[in-house]
């Protein structure tokens, strides 16, 4: 069984015990960290953090009670020149600088770019901050960088390969209706069904369509069953009058007529394929020597 983690104790906490994503930090570096405080104004944003939207409301919130409690976890930060990159921890930083603070409580780390990304990744999935577009464009990234496979991104950051594979798949989606998921005014489960239609300009209406009509995820995928079974009948109809062309009808019949049984033929868009039907070995063969095979 693997060993579950979750947040609210520093970096180690962070990252399983079982997997080798950086460096971790002992109980006196941590606690000699824990005393750094650091010029609110000397941090920055990282630009490659997974989560690009923000609940505004909340940083609210958690400014009041970063007035009221001081901050309670340490953001973690890596040097860079005269300033600092935020790891982790920006959504306190946006807070404290919303309270007022000048300083913030901080551990220093000495991680790589790619590292960074891996703990920025890992504590939003914990804590459940990036929206699903978010996530698949980390996976993405993560899986690039590191050049994983998706069962080995899988291992390290505690997440089926099926999940990652269904977050991955929502980037194919139509970007107006990846704008809907990130704002969360569609579901990712409905993204996934809006994934069965190839067209982005109907993806788009679908969603509009599920926004408007507030429609379910069940709702959504058995209008789009019923879609996809009007275009079937709309081809088959279509392929069936192309045979009515004399045109077609003529070939058909010549054909028949050419190799004693009964062929099959089928047209759509200038495009088709022709089936000659046999019943026996000694028919197949009789067939074979009429096209000289």
């Known amino acids: ?16 015990e079982d997997t080798n994503l950086g460096p971790s930090i002992s109980k ?4 000699t960290s824990d005393k750094n405080l650091i010029d ?20 609210i919130e958690l400014s009041e009670s970063i007035k009221h ?9 890596r040097k860079e020149e005269e300033n600092y990159v935020i790891v982790a921890g920006e ?17 220093i780390m000495d991680l790589t770019d790619k590292q960074v990304l891996e703990i920025s990744l890992i504590e939003n999935i914990q804590r459940q901050d990036l929206n699903s577009i978010e996530e698949a464009m980390a996976y993405k990234k993560l899986i690039a960088d590191f050049d994983l496979t998706q069962e080995e991104l899988s291992k390290r950051i505690g997440k089926s ?10 980037l194919n ?17 409905h993204g996934r069904a ?26 959504l995928e058995n209008l789009i069953k019923r879609i996809k079974k009007d275009d079937d009948n709309s081809s088959k109809k279509k392929t069936e009058d192309e045979l009515t062309n004399p045109y077609y009808k003529d070939i058909k019949e010549r054909l028949q007529h050419y190799f004693g049984t009964k062929v099959n033929l089928t047209n759509k868009n200038n495009k088709g394929k022709i089936e000659i039907e046999y019943y026996s070995e000694e028919d197949l063969q009789r067939i074979l020597e009429i096209i000289k095979l």
Do not use: C
């Open 69 to 77: 409690h001081g901050i309670v976890q340490p953001i973690i930060l």
């Open 28 to 31: 006196n570096e941590k606690e």
């Open 194 to 219: 809006l994934l069965g239609i190839s067209d982005k300009k109907l993806q788009y209406e679908l969603a509009q369509k599920v926004i408007d009509d507030k429609l379910s995820v069940r709702e």
């Open 1 to 16: 069984m693997s060993k579950k983690f979750g947040l609210g104790k520093g970096l180690n906490a962070l990252i399983p």
């Open 40 to 59: 609110i104004n000397l941090i920055k944003s990282n630009s490659d953090q997974p989560r690009k939207s923000f609940d505004d409301e909340k940083i």
């Open 161 to 170: 390969r099926v999940a990652i594979t269904n977050t991955i798949r929502l």
């Open 91 to 107: 959504r306190r930083w946006r807070a404290a600088k919303m309270a007022g603070l000048k300083k913030v409580p901080s551990i």
């Open 173 to 189: 989606l139509g970007e107006d209706v990846q704008q809907y998921l990130i704002e969360g005014v569609i579901s990712e489960g």
